[in-house]
C-alpha cells in the first residue's frame, strides 16, 4: 500500500471513529464537534488542524458558526458549501431551541430561566430540573485568581493543565490534580485556551477587573451557577440581601437526591465573597447593583457580542450573562458612551427610537488595546 492509500485510510478510520463516538453520546469538546462538522463539509481533507486553528482564532465553536461569511471564506479549505453548512447548523440550531423555550405569554412564575417548571407557591424549580443541571462544588475561586495571572501564553490544554498542577499552592499531589481541573473548567470550558483572558490576567493581576473577568467566567461555565443569581439573588437586590438559607433552600430544591449539597452552597458564596459580587455578614450575603469597571465591561462585553457590528441596546439589556453581573443597569448605557470615547467601540446611536451601539474589533484585538492602556497609566 503507497503512502497516498495509507492517508485515505487513515483519515477513513478517524472520522469513522468520530462519528461513533458522537452516535455513542460521548462528550466531545468544542474541537471534536467542530472537526465533526468540518468533516461534512470538507470531503477527503484532515480538517482537525483547520478547526483547531478556527478555535484559537474566534474562542469557542459558536463564535466560529457567528463568524462572518468573508471572515471564513479566507480559510484555504472552506469553500462556499462549508460556509453554508454553518449557517443551516445555526438556523436548524435557532429553530430548535425557539421551539424549546419558555412560553413567553406564560406567568413568570411558572418556569425559570432554563425552562424549567416551578414551584408555583415557593417560585423554586422542581426536582424535574436535577436530570440535566450539573451541581456546582468545589469553587477555587481564589485558586483561580491567583493562578490566572500566572499562567504561560499557550493554546497547548495539557501545557496549562499541568502548569497549575504544579504550582497550586496545596502540599498533595492528589489535590493539585483535583484542584487543577476545576480551575482548567472554569476558566477554559470547553477546553479550549482562551490566550486573551491569560493576556488580560497578566496585566490586570489584584484589580476588580479581573475578579470581573473571572466570575464571568465561571458562571458560563457552571450553570446552576448562573440560574441561582438570575432566579434567586437579583430578585433578591431590592431588598439589599439574600439569606444564605434561601441558597440552601433553593439548592435542596433543584437537586433533592444530591448528598453534597452543602458544599453546592459553599461554592456558590465562596465565588460570590472572593470575586466581591457580594459581602458575607453572618449569614446574609449583601446585595447590590454595582457600577462596571472599564476594562472588565469592555472585555465580558466583546466577549458576548464576538462579531464586530451593529447591535441593539436591548440585546445586552436582556442578555442574562451581562445581567448576572449585576451591574446597575442605569450605568450600562453610560459605560458604552465610555468605551466609544475611549475608541473601543465605534459609537452609540439612537435611530427611530431604537438605541444600537457598534462594536469595530475582536476579544483578542480589544485586550490588546486594553492592555496597552493600562501600561500608560
Given at each position: 500500500m503507497n503512502d497516498s492509500n495509507m492517508e485515505k485510510n487513515n483519515l477513513k478510520g478517524h472520522r469513522e471513529r468520530a462519528r461513533k463516538r458522537l452516535l455513542k453520546g460521548e462528550k466531545l469538546s468544542d474541537e471534536q464537534l467542530l472537526e465533526l462538522l468540518l468533516m461534512y463539509g470538507i470531503p477527503q481533507k484532515d480538517v482537525k488542524p483547520l478547526a483547531k486553528e478556527l478555535l484559537a482564532e474566534h474562542g469557542t465553536i459558536e463564535a466560529v458558526l457567528d463568524a462572518n461569511n468573508k471572515v471564513l471564506a479566507k480559510k484555504t479549505l472552506i469553500k462556499e458549501n462549508t460556509v453554508a453548512l454553518f449557517k443551516l447548523f445555526k438556523v436548524l440550531a435557532i429553530r430548535f431551541n425557539s421551539k424549546h423555550t419558555i412560553?413567553?405569554?406564560?406567568?413568570?412564575?411558572?418556569?425559570?430561566?432554563?425552562?424549567?417548571?416551578?414551584?408555583?407557591?415557593?417560585?423554586?424549580p422542581h426536582k424535574d430540573n436535577e436530570k440535566s443541571l450539573p451541581i456546582f462544588a468545589n469553587a477555587v475561586t481564589r485558586d483561580s485568581l491567583e493562578i490566572l495571572p500566572q499562567l504561560p501564553e499557550t493554546?497547548?490544554?495539557?501545557?496549562?493543565?499541568?502548569?497549575?498542577?504544579?504550582?497550586?499552592?496545596?502540599?498533595?499531589?492528589?489535590?493539585?490534580?483535583?484542584?487543577?481541573?476545576?480551575?482548567?473548567?472554569?476558566?477554559?470550558?470547553?477546553?479550549?485556551?482562551?490566550?486573551?483572558?491569560?493576556?488580560?490576567?497578566?496585566?490586570?493581576?489584584?484589580?476588580?477587573?479581573?475578579?470581573?473577568?473571572?466570575?464571568?467566567?465561571?458562571?458560563?461555565?457552571?450553570?446552576?451557577?448562573?440560574?441561582i443569581i438570575i432566579e434567586l439573588l437579583l430578585p433578591s437586590i431590592s431588598k439589599g440581601f439574600v439569606k444564605r438559607n434561601e441558597i440552601v433552600q433553593y439548592t435542596d430544591a433543584t437537586f433533592p437526591n444530591m448528598k453534597s449539597n452543602d458544599k453546592c452552597v459553599q461554592a456558590i458564596v465562596d465565588v460570590l465573597?472572593?470575586?466581591?459580587?457580594?459581602?458575607?455578614?453572618?449569614?446574609?450575603?449583601?446585595?447590590?447593583?454595582?457600577?462596571?469597571?472599564?476594562?472588565?465591561?469592555?472585555?465580558?462585553?466583546?466577549?458576548?457580542?464576538?462579531?464586530?457590528?451593529?447591535?441593539?441596546?436591548?440585546?445586552?439589556?436582556?442578555?442574562?450573562?451581562?445581567?448576572?453581573?449585576?451591574?446597575?443597569?442605569?450605568?450600562?448605557?453610560?459605560?458604552?458612551?465610555?468605551?466609544?470615547?475611549?475608541?473601543?467601540?465605534s459609537k452609540v446611536s439612537n435611530i427611530d427610537g431604537i438605541k444600537q451601539f457598534t462594536t469595530k474589533y475582536h476579544l483578542a484585538e480589544i485586550t490588546e488595546m486594553l492592555i496597552m492602556r493600562k501600561g500608560q497609566n
Amino acid at each position: 500500500m503507497n503512502d497516498s492509500n495509507m492517508e485515505k485510510n487513515n483519515l477513513k478510520g478517524h472520522r469513522e471513529r468520530a462519528r461513533k463516538r458522537l452516535l455513542k453520546g460521548e462528550k466531545l469538546s468544542d474541537e471534536q464537534l467542530l472537526e465533526l462538522l468540518l468533516m461534512y463539509g470538507i470531503p477527503q481533507k484532515d480538517v482537525k488542524p483547520l478547526a483547531k486553528e478556527l478555535l484559537a482564532e474566534h474562542g469557542t465553536i459558536e463564535a466560529v458558526l457567528d463568524a462572518n461569511n468573508k471572515v471564513l471564506a479566507k480559510k484555504t479549505l472552506i469553500k462556499e458549501n462549508t460556509v453554508a453548512l454553518f449557517k443551516l447548523f445555526k438556523v436548524l440550531a435557532i429553530r430548535f431551541n425557539s421551539k424549546h423555550t419558555i412560553n413567553k405569554t406564560a406567568e413568570p412564575e411558572q418556569t425559570n430561566l432554563f425552562g424549567s417548571p416551578y414551584d408555583k407557591e415557593n417560585k423554586i424549580p422542581h426536582k424535574d430540573n436535577e436530570k440535566s443541571l450539573p451541581i456546582f462544588a468545589n469553587a477555587v475561586t481564589r485558586d483561580s485568581l491567583e493562578i490566572l495571572p500566572q499562567l504561560p501564553e499557550t493554546q497547548d490544554i495539557n501545557a496549562i493543565t499541568a502548569f497549575i498542577k504544579n504550582n497550586l499552592h496545596y502540599n498533595s499531589g492528589e489535590s493539585r490534580n483535583r484542584y487543577a481541573n476545576y480551575v482548567v473548567k472554569r476558566l477554559f470550558s470547553g477546553g479550549n485556551v482562551d490566550l486573551s483572558l491569560i493576556r488580560f490576567g497578566h496585566s490586570f493581576v489584584n484589580t476588580p477587573d479581573l475578579q470581573d473577568v473571572c466570575f464571568y467566567k465561571y458562571i458560563h461555565a457552571e450553570p446552576f451557577l448562573h440560574q441561582i443569581i438570575i432566579e434567586l439573588l437579583l430578585p433578591s437586590i431590592s431588598k439589599g440581601f439574600v439569606k444564605r438559607n434561601e441558597i440552601v433552600q433553593y439548592t435542596d430544591a433543584t437537586f433533592p437526591n444530591m448528598k453534597s449539597n452543602d458544599k453546592c452552597v459553599q461554592a456558590i458564596v465562596d465565588v460570590l465573597v472572593k470575586t466581591n459580587m457580594c459581602k458575607l455578614q453572618k449569614q446574609e450575603l449583601t446585595l447590590k447593583n454595582r457600577k462596571p469597571n472599564l476594562a472588565s465591561f469592555t472585555y465580558i462585553l466583546h466577549s458576548e457580542f464576538k462579531e464586530p457590528g451593529m447591535y441593539a441596546h436591548n440585546l445586552l439589556k436582556g442578555n442574562s450573562y451581562i445581567s448576572a453581573m449585576l451591574w446597575e443597569p442605569d450605568c450600562i448605557e453610560a459605560m458604552l458612551y465610555e468605551l466609544r470615547n475611549n475608541g473601543y467601540i465605534s459609537k452609540v446611536s439612537n435611530i427611530d427610537g431604537i438605541k444600537q451601539f457598534t462594536t469595530k474589533y475582536h476579544l483578542a484585538e480589544i485586550t490588546e488595546m486594553l492592555i496597552m492602556r493600562k501600561g500608560q497609566n
